[in-house]
């Protein structure tokens, strides 16, 4: 009997992850899609971005944030990451420096602009790396 309920149990999970699997391969809008980047960044491919010169991100490109904050190192300011103009990520105060995971990603033909919330302007920095899309 418990063989059975634990069989039974597994079915139910195994059909829920086919769904969720399957609903997260359907494409909604493109903002919505996750792309996974399968390679490590070759050199040439680094991106360095500074506050007050806006980036704009190449044609069949993806660019993917690596890490974001302040150029001098203090941790007095926030650091606002924006994708024509949306906020997409942050630093906040206290942490001068901030790596990110692979996933924050802007895609081809957006602006991507740095916004500092504090004291000290134009100190605000994004690394990064363009990918192929």
């Not at 899609?33 to 050199?43: A, D, G, N």
């Not at 991100?57 to 606002?80: C, I, M, Q, R, Y």
């Amino acid at each position: 009997m418990l063989s059975s309920k634990l069989n039974l149990a597994l079915v139910v999970v195994a059909i829920g992850l086919a769904f969720t699997v399957g609903a997260q391969g359907q494409g909604g809008a493109a903002s919505d899609r996750v792309f996974r980047i399968q390679y490590m960044p070759h050199p040439r491919d680094m991106v360095q971005i500074e506050e007050g010169t806006p980036f704009l991100v190449p044609p069949e490109k993806l660019f993917v944030l690596t890490v974001l904050g302040n150029a001098d190192g203090t941790n007095n300011s926030a650091v606002h990451l924006r994708v024509d103009g949306v906020s997409r990520a942050a630093a906040d105060p206290g942490y001068p420096m901030r790596e990110f995971p692979p996933g924050c990603t802007a895609r081809s033909a957006t602006t991507i602009t740095l916004t500092n919330v504090g004291t000290n302007p134009n100190d605000c920095v994004a690394w990064g790396y363009l990918a192929d899309k």
